[in-house]
């Protein structure tokens, strides 16, 4: 008996995952592939985008066996992808370079000479943050340190443009991609060819910008025989997953938020327009000709957690770490922990700054650390979420999703700190799913982004407590007060 399904395909940072979802949003197969990190030099993180294409082939070979599915079954594939990366290609379309992607570091000072000269006017014309993690900066470090793989490039793609021109043969871009460059105008959808003058490069050197929904059809058929798919199925470009994370859990409407924390974390929020901060708080991504999705992202979620697990040599499960937090009360008896360990994001935009505990005693154990610095990576992204609520008004509803939203604490305490209703989806596979339903609106399946608010299977909402919402409201402003000094401070 035949079913219609689709296919969203998240090339992320840790991993490349092809889900299968019936046309309502229920997870009928997954398979995942763990991308591999290579550390050359401190501060720089490259991927290789060779082995990053072959796992997202074998990922949906392997989805659609364990769904058991017909190729007649399969209505499209839409893709979502981590922004960031960088790959020098050559003229045959072959990698000439790692991938270097978000987390590389190693453009800082060109970041910091940019936010010096013109980094407000950058930030204006594209909507992005001046920082390392961006192709623009990492381009200036190419260019001013005459990297051999930059000299000798006639293209550059991030790994989801690599991918897509290995199956189709086509160079191009989503407004999303393009606009996480931080060398695209948002508000004309072209390259800004001031910035690529700064880089030395061309804007022939880099990819055609085309709408999320764009179709792409004819993929190579060798590569279409090993996935076990018709070759003439439509494949749709998609968008970032920041964007798609947000369409995929249902925070589409005015003041409706995602809050999605893993490794990392981010909080967005889709508007219409273009909308910045004054003091270069947020970011501005492009999502379709209308709209844009802005919001922050954090450096410093579950890795904090992570990072006081192995610092306490704590052997038990991550669920039973958490669970000590729920012996300490609300505030961790003094201790406020500023969550910057591995440098920050938004909404200090600063690499270098440090974390910190401050507040502690004789008294403080070891439980009363874990819930401080549970608190202080919500409070960061709390502080995001103000900044946010400058630009486009008060949030109404948060929704949540990523590793962290498996802890009820955690989501209780989103909810007292936000003094908002939480709402977590049953799958946690929010950017594939927006990525699919982008390819239902695409091939004419469903008629619009907003009907997915009706195909996301929803649990039931965590209220916020009204007397846990007014401590945290003092506990939060001497938070606010201490990084405002201590995130400056390194």
């Known amino acids: 008996?035949?079913?219609?399904?689709?296919?969203?395909?998240?090339?992320?940072?840790?991993?490349?995952?092809?889900?299968?979802?019936?046309?309502?949003g229920k997870l009928i197969a997954e398979a995942e592939r763990m991308n591999t990190f290579n550390y050359p030099q401190q501060?720089?993180?490259?991927?290789?985008?060779?082995?990053?294409?072959?796992?997202?082939?074998?990922?949906?070979?392997?989805?659609?066996?364990?769904?058991?599915?017909?190729?007649n079954d399969l209505i499209s594939i839409g893709f979502s992808a981590a922004m960031h990366s960088l790959i020098c290609v050559d003229q045959t379309g072959?990698?000439?370079?790692?991938?270097?992607?978000?987390?590389?570091?190693?453009?800082?000072?060109?970041?910091?000479?940019?936010?010096?000269?013109?980094?407000?006017?950058?930030?204006?014309?594209?909507?992005?943050?001046?920082?390392?993690?961006?192709?623009?900066?990492?381009?200036?470090?190419?260019?001013?340190?005459?990297?051999?793989?930059?000299?000798?490039?006639?293209?550059f793609m991030s790994i989801k443009e690599y991918l897509l021109q290995c199956w189709f043969n086509q160079r191009v871009i989503d407004y999303s991609m393009a606009s996480a460059t931080g060398l695209f105008n948002p508000s004309t959808h072209t390259w800004n060819q001031k910035l690529l003058m700064l880089t030395g490069i061309h804007e022939a050197q880099l990819s055609r910008i085309i709408p999320p929904t764009e179709v792409l059809t004819g993929i190579r058929p060798q590569i279409a025989k090993e996935m076990?798919?018709?070759?003439?199925?439509?494949?749709?470009?998609?968008?970032?997953?920041?964007?798609?994370?947000?369409?995929?859990?249902?925070?589409?409407l005015p003041g409706e938020v995602a809050v999605s924390v893993g490794t990392s974390g981010a909080i967005r929020q889709i508007t219409t327009g273009v909308k910045i901060s004054d003091n270069q708080e947020t970011f501005c991504y492009s999502f379709t000709e209308d709209s844009s999705i802005i919001g922050g992202p954090t450096n410093n979620g579950g890795i904090a957690l992570q990072w006081l697990k192995d610092l306490l040599n704590d052997q038990r499960s991550f669920t039973e770490f958490l669970a000590d937090a729920e012996k300490v009360p609300l505030g961790s008896d003094g201790i406020l922990f500023l969550p910057y360990i591995n440098g920050e994001r938004a909404p200090i935009w600063n690499q270098r700054a440090k974390g910190n505990f401050y507040g502690l005693s004789i008294t403080h154990k070891?439980?009363?650390?874990?819930?401080?610095?549970?608190?202080?990576?919500?409070?960061?992204?709390?502080?995001?979420?103000?900044?946010?609520?400058?630009?486009?008004?008060?949030?109404?509803?948060?929704y949540v999703n990523g590793g962290l939203s498996r802890s009820r604490l955690w989501l209780q305490m989103m909810a007292d700190v936000f003094e908002a209703e939480i709402y977590v989806p049953e799958s946690y596979h929010s950017a594939a799913w927006g990525a699919a339903w982008?390819?239902?609106?695409?091939?004419?399946?469903?008629?619009?982004?907003?009907?997915?608010?009706?195909?996301?299977?929803?649990?039931?909402?965590?209220?916020?407590?009204?007397?846990n919402s007014e401590k945290?409201?003092?506990?939060?402003?001497?938070?606010?007060k201490l990084a405002s000094v201590m995130s400056k401070n390194f």
């Open 43 to 71: 501060g720089w993180v490259e991927q290789d985008p060779i082995e990053i294409e072959q796992s997202a082939v074998q990922a949906i070979k392997e989805a659609i066996q364990k769904a058991g599915i017909e190729k």
């Open 366 to 398: 070891r439980e009363h650390f874990i819930r401080a610095v549970l608190e202080g990576v919500t409070f960061n992204l709390f502080q995001i979420g103000k900044a946010l609520e400058r630009l486009a008004g008060k949030h109404q509803k948060i």
């Open 94 to 155: 072959s990698p000439i370079s790692p991938a270097l992607i978000w987390a590389d570091g190693r453009s800082y000072p060109q970041a910091e000479s940019v936010i010096e000269t013109m980094g407000n006017e950058v930030y204006s014309e594209t909507g992005t943050p001046v920082h390392p993690m961006t192709p623009f900066v990492k381009l200036l470090w190419m260019k001013e340190t005459n990297y051999e793989p930059y000299l000798q490039a006639k293209y």
């Open 1 to 24: 008996m035949s079913r219609e399904v689709v296919i969203g395909l998240d090339i992320g940072t840790t991993s490349v995952k092809a889900c299968v979802f019936d046309l309502h």
């Open 472 to 480: 945290y409201r003092m506990i939060y402003d001497n938070y606010e």
């Open 228 to 252: 076990g798919i018709d070759p003439e199925l439509p494949f749709v470009i998609g968008a970032a997953d920041g964007q798609l994370a947000n369409l995929g859990i249902g925070a589409i």
């Open 438 to 467: 982008t390819a239902l609106v695409a091939t004419g399946k469903v008629n619009s982004f907003e009907d997915i608010k009706e195909n996301i299977p929803m649990g039931e909402a965590i209220v916020p407590i009204k007397e």
